[in-house]
């Protein structure tokens, strides 16, 4: 039987996100685990009530790298069932 190098460790991720970037990893996969954006996300936001309903909407997603554009994309793709 093989033995596995001392300074292995094991993969803290399971092994089909093993290989993908941190980033994507950690991705929130529902509006509750998004962090920021409350004016938008509030539970009496119009988004947020749109989104609940199914009732998604055109819209333009504008700001600085890393401020949730993409995963609020995503999500909204994910509540439309548009994936």
Known sequence: MPR???????SLL??????????ECMRPRRLEQMVGQRRLLAPDAPLR????AGKVYSMVLWGPPGCGK???ARLVAH???AE
């Not at 596995?4 to 094991?10: C, D, G, I, L, R």
């Not at 009530?49 to 609940?52: D, H, K």
């Open 49 to 52: 009530q749109a989104l609940e």
């Open 70 to 72: 993409t995963t609020l």
């Open 14 to 23: 399971p092994e089909s996100t093993a290989l993908q970037p941190l980033a």
């Open 4 to 10: 596995k190098p001392a300074n292995v460790t094991p």
């Open 79 to 81: 509540y439309a069932e």
